[in-house]
């Protein structure tokens, strides 16, 4: 291999990895793969292991407010399962905010945009978290998921 080859490679290398964005852990974001839209993910959270922001005033009782956009879907006071229809998400950044409260740990995907999280939940306080893609296409017939244990009680705001 040519010293041209080498520095196109590593180039491209490098290009890759500051495009590609994917973490996992407690509170995490996670785009996992190339196929799916370009776009960054800023993750609120914090590291890998560390549990969810607890956030003074907030409440599972009512939908948590966005830092910014309109809502596509607001839910509250939900337990267990629940997957929600966004319907078409534009090609501008998308925000998904979450409180929790109970002993468990609470996943939550958007689809076909490829993010996912998961959340630890604590009895006797509110954790929360709030998690956004830019998004470089449109995605109609968009989804969030959430799976979470029937003792976990929590709330959530998606919009853009």
């Given at each position: ?101 109970g002993k468990g740990t ?55």
């Amino acid at each position: 291999m040519t010293f041209r080859s080498r520095v196109i490679v590593t180039t491209a290398a490098v290009l890759c990895s500051l495009t590609l964005v994917s973490c996992t852990g407690s509170g995490q974001a996670h785009r996992p793969s190339p196929s799916g839209p370009s776009g960054t993910v800023a993750d609120t959270a914090g590291p890998p292991g560390r549990r969810a922001e607890r956030i003074e005033g907030e409440t599972v009782t009512a939908a948590p407010k966005l830092p910014s956009g309109e809502p596509l879907a607001q839910v509250a006071a939900v337990k267990g399962n629940r997957r929600i229809s966004l319907g078409t998400v534009a090609a501008r950044p998308l925000g998904v905010v979450v409180n929790c409260q109970g002993k468990g740990t609470l996943t939550v995907q958007v689809q076909p945009v490829n993010l996912s999280f998961a959340l630890a939940c604590s009895p006797g306080e509110v954790s929360g978290t709030y998690n956004e893609v830019r998004l470089s296409r449109t995605h109609p017939d968009a989804t969030v998921s959430v799976t979470a244990p029937s003792s976990v009680s929590w709330s959530l705001a998606v919009g853009q």
